[in-house]
């Protein structure tokens, strides 16, 4: 069995940076990556998009060259390993062996210190017909669009609210698509409440940012409808229009996002504290001025920890590796505090902007609790809103009683698409908090893995 100082899930700018961090502090460093290359969600297959116009930008220009300089720290001898299509699927937190499948086997490694890179998965948007082929998530068409230079075709629709939804139009519209309309669904007087946030001055820089990715957009054609509700996709055997309060309209495809939350489900099947966070509306490990969570062993960096942006990511990363060789003997205190402090600067900076975003972009209620008691909320096992209403009625207390009555989070996906809005629709019919309703607690495996895979691992690692 092979021994790391610290292994890292992920290699999203949070991950990068940590390796490489630690990696100069002298620790042994595995990266452990589901991916084929380095770049996580934000900066995926950035090595290979070369000079792609419509990807011109920080995309190009920063992730590139964050993703160079983590290649330059893999030079042979190294002290960070790399492993991409490589997925964790189990951590014995008591005694630091973490399970990895990697080249269709799985293998066990036992680690010091363990930091989940994780990032960030868009927040469910369950509309009525958001099942039907054409409708996806925007990050799914940002994916195609990095990794394939796919562009749809035809009439185009992306509805919800928030910086991807901009950044999004504007890639599309470079790469040719058309007519692209933006359907915001922002709430009246958001605006003035986030003015009232602050942080305006501060975070001048991303806001300059985001009023030219909105100049930009408008010039090249997009087309934006404001103050959308009651928003449903329709269509015979897949996406042929959508309509909502007011108004309809044509489309071929259909791109929902209400911004994104943090990927929790390893940080929640490892039992750590957890809490509900009423600004970003979503769940998020408990984790000290280091990232350290409510054990020893873990701890997180990135958006996984809450969602602050690719800037905010490498900066909690270095952190979090700086920590690591503290607590591992390799670094006095003091030096560690003096090695921290540019980075937790450059984190408050990436930060700034973070409460005006957060309410100029809050989810509308619907969107956390569909209202529409046919539309469905978990796509794996096929579970209704009104169905999550009745288990509520008959004495769910939560998603995880909501399990045993109808499966809702047992399919594949494990409950990341479903389990925020069925916890929201429990607390809305018992009329609490969604922090008092709970989370789903997922368990290992992570991901789903073959007997074949899993009969891979020592005879005496099974026994």
Same mark, same amino acid.
């Given at each position: 069995?092979?021994?790391?100082?610290?292994?890292?899930?992920?290699?999203?700018?949070?991950?990068?940076?940590?390796?490489?961090?630690?990696?100069?502090?002298?620790?042994?460093?595995?990266?452990?990556?589901?991916?084929?290359?380095?770049?996580?969600?934000?900066?995926?297959?950035?090595?290979?998009?070369?000079?792609?116009?419509?990807?011109?930008?920080?995309?190009?220009?920063?992730?590139?060259?964050?993703?160079?300089?983590?290649?330059?720290?893999?030079?042979?001898?190294?002290?960070?390993?790399?492993?991409?299509?490589?997925?964790?699927?189990?951590?014995?937190?008591?005694?630091?062996?973490?399970?990895?499948?990697?080249?269709?086997?799985?293998?066990?490694?036992?680690?010091?210190?363990?930091?989940?890179?994780?990032?960030?998965?868009?927040?469910?948007?369950?509309? &009525?017909?958001?099942?039907?082929?054409?409708?996806?998530?925007?990050?799914?068409?940002?994916?195609?669009?990095?990794?394939?230079?796919?562009? &749809?075709?035809?009439?185009?629709?992306?509805?919800?609210?928030?910086?991807?939804?901009?950044?999004?139009?504007?890639?599309?519209?470079?790469?040719?698509?058309?007519?692209?309309?933006?359907?915001?669904?922002?709430?009246?007087?958001?605006?003035?409440?986030?003015?009232?946030?602050?942080?305006?001055?501060?975070?001048?820089?991303?806001?300059?940012?985001?009023?030219?990715?909105?100049?930009?957009?408008?010039?090249?054609?997009?087309?934006?409808?404001?103050?959308?509700?009651?928003?449903?996709?329709?269509?015979?055997?897949?996406?042929?229009?959508?309509?909502?309060?007011?108004?309809?309209?044509?489309?071929?495809?259909?791109?929902?996002?209400?911004?994104?939350?943090?990927?929790?489900?390893?940080?929640?099947?490892?039992?750590?504290?957890?809490?509900?966070?009423?600004?970003?509306?979503?769940?998020?490990?408990?984790?000290?001025?280091?990232?350290?969570?409510?054990?020893?062993?873990?701890?997180?960096?990135?958006?996984?920890?809450?969602?602050?942006?690719?800037?905010?990511?490498?900066?909690?990363?270095?952190?979090?590796?700086?920590?690591?060789?503290?607590?591992?003997?390799?670094?006095?205190?003091?030096?560690?505090?003096?090695?921290?402090?540019?980075?937790?600067?450059?984190?408050?900076?990436?930060?700034?902007?973070?409460?005006?975003?957060?309410?100029?972009?809050?989810?509308?209620?619907?969107?956390?609790?569909?209202?529409?008691?046919?539309?469905?909320?978990?796509?794996?096992?096929?579970?209704?809103?009104?169905?999550?209403?009745?288990?509520?009625?008959?004495?769910?207390?939560?998603?995880?009683?909501?399990?045993?009555?109808?499966?809702?989070?047992?399919?594949?996906?494990?409950?990341?698409?479903?389990?925020?809005?069925?916890?929201?629709?429990?607390?809305?019919?018992?009329?609490?908090?969604?922090?008092?309703?709970?989370?789903?607690?997922?368990?290992?495996?992570?991901? &789903?893995?073959?007997?074949?895979?899993?009969?891979?691992?020592?005879?005496?690692?099974?026994?």
């Amino acid at each position: 069995m092979r021994d790391y100082d610290l292994a890292v899930t992920g290699a999203g700018p949070a991950g990068m940076a940590a390796a490489m961090e630690a990696a100069s502090l002298g620790l042994s460093v595995l990266v452990l990556d589901e991916q084929p290359a380095p770049g996580g969600q934000v900066f995926r297959a950035v090595e290979a998009a070369g000079c792609d116009p419509a990807l011109a930008g920080e995309f190009l220009d920063a992730g590139a060259a964050l993703a160079r300089d983590f290649r330059a720290a893999l030079h042979p001898g190294g002290e960070v390993e790399y492993s991409p299509r490589s997925t964790l699927w189990h951590v014995d937190i008591a005694t630091g062996v973490i399970s990895v499948l990697r080249e269709g086997a799985s293998e066990e490694i036992r680690v010091s210190r363990l930091l989940l890179a994780t990032g960030a998965q868009e927040r469910p948007v369950p509309i &009525p017909g958001w099942t039907l082929p054409g409708a996806m998530g925007a990050g799914a068409a940002q994916i195609l669009l990095k990794t394939a230079g796919a562009v &749809p075709q035809g009439p185009l629709v992306i509805a919800g609210q928030g910086p991807l939804t901009w950044l999004l139009a504007v890639q599309l519209l470079r790469a040719g698509a058309g007519p692209v309309t933006l359907l915001e669904t922002g709430g009246k007087g958001a605006l003035w409440d986030a003015f009232r946030a602050g942080g305006l001055w501060t975070g001048r820089r991303l806001l300059t940012k985001g009023l030219a990715l909105v100049r930009e957009a408008k010039r090249r054609g997009l087309k934006v409808v404001r103050g959308v509700r009651e928003l449903r996709a329709e269509g015979e055997g897949r996406v042929q229009r959508v309509r909502w309060a007011g108004g309809e309209m044509a489309c071929d495809t259909l791109l929902l996002h209400e911004g994104v939350i943090p990927s929790t489900h390893v940080s929640r099947a490892l039992g750590l504290e957890h809490r509900w966070d009423e600004a970003q509306r979503c769940w998020r490990p408990v984790l000290d001025e280091w990232g350290a969570t409510s054990h020893g062993l873990v701890a997180v960096a990135g958006d996984g920890g809450g969602i602050g942006g690719w800037e905010a990511a490498t900066a909690t990363g270095r952190i979090a590796a700086i920590d690591a060789a503290r607590r591992l003997g390799r670094l006095p205190e003091a030096e560690a505090e003096r090695r921290a402090a540019p980075h937790r600067a450059r984190l408050a900076a990436a930060l700034a902007l973070r409460p005006f975003l957060d309410r100029l972009y809050a989810p509308a209620p619907e969107v956390l609790v569909p209202r529409d008691d046919a539309t469905i909320v978990c796509r794996c096992e096929e579970i209704t809103a009104g169905q999550v209403r009745e288990a509520a009625r008959l004495g769910a207390t939560g998603p995880n009683q909501a399990k045993a009555y109808l499966r809702a989070g047992m399919g594949p996906c494990q409950g990341r698409m479903c389990g925020t809005t069925v916890a929201a629709l429990i607390a809305a019919e018992r009329g609490i908090p969604i922090g008092e309703a709970g989370a789903l607690r997922p368990r290992a495996p992570f991901k &789903p893995l073959t007997v074949g895979e899993l009969a891979a691992l020592p005879l005496e690692t099974v026994a």
